[in-house]
């Protein structure tokens, strides 16, 4: 009786691993997974990532741009004694620090924003085309910019070139994504197309 038992739990172990094994698998060869990510996890790390990158770059241009302007407005009234420059640096550095504290806030959540319509954006046009290829990359990264470039209001020529760094940074993060996923032995629909079509010559 109890090696009856242990055969059966030993069974029921067997058939949860293999369980296992074949949704890791089938979760390895979704056709609209990309960075090894289904698309919740993606955008969460996404966003973490591009907030993070932002809040870096908008803490130090704010805290440069607060710094300048302090240097600026007081440069007409400097102090003269030991303890007005004591405090003059001393709220020299405050405006530093809270102005690199509201850049870093600022560009944080823009350069978020932007990531997050982007992956929204491709994520959807995988969705239409079936699977994770270029063509949704290239998509969100143009759409992306146009976005971006009515929001800010940019002129004419700043909207265009803005389209076109959208573009190419698509079609640049959707080649590489392509390449690896070819890499290990998934490619893109598009290339079994391209093979069928080039065979002949």
Not at 58 to 85: C, D, F, I, M, N
């Amino acid at each position: 009786m109890a090696a009856a038992a242990q055969h059966s739990n030993k069974d029921n172990a067997v058939d949860r691993s293999i369980e296992a094994n074949d949704n890791d698998v089938s979760r390895q060869h979704d056709p609209l997974m990309r960075l090894r990510m289904s698309l919740n996890d993606r955008l969460m790390t996404m966003a973490m990532v591009s907030f993070g990158a932002g809040a870096l770059c908008g803490g130090y241009v704010g805290g440069k741009h607060s710094s300048r302007q302090y240097l600026a407005e007081r440069a007409h009234r400097l102090p003269t004694t030991a303890e007005g420059w004591y405090f003059y640096q001393k709220w020299k550095n405050y405006r530093t620090t809270l102005g690199a504290i509201k850049g870093a806030a600022r560009y944080g959540a823009k350069i978020s924003a932007c990531v997050m319509a982007f992956s929204a954006i491709e994520a959807m046009a995988d969705r239409v085309v079936g699977e994770a290829q270029m063509a949704s990359s290239a998509i969100a990264g143009l759409s992306t910019a146009v976005g971006v470039s009515l929001v800010a209001r940019l002129p004419r020529s700043s909207a265009r070139r803005a389209r076109a760094a959208g573009l190419c940074v698509g079609l640049l993060t959707g080649c590489l994504q392509d390449a690896n996923r070819w890499a290990h032995g998934h490619p893109p629909a598009y290339v079994g197309w391209l093979q069928k079509k080039t065979k002949g010559f």
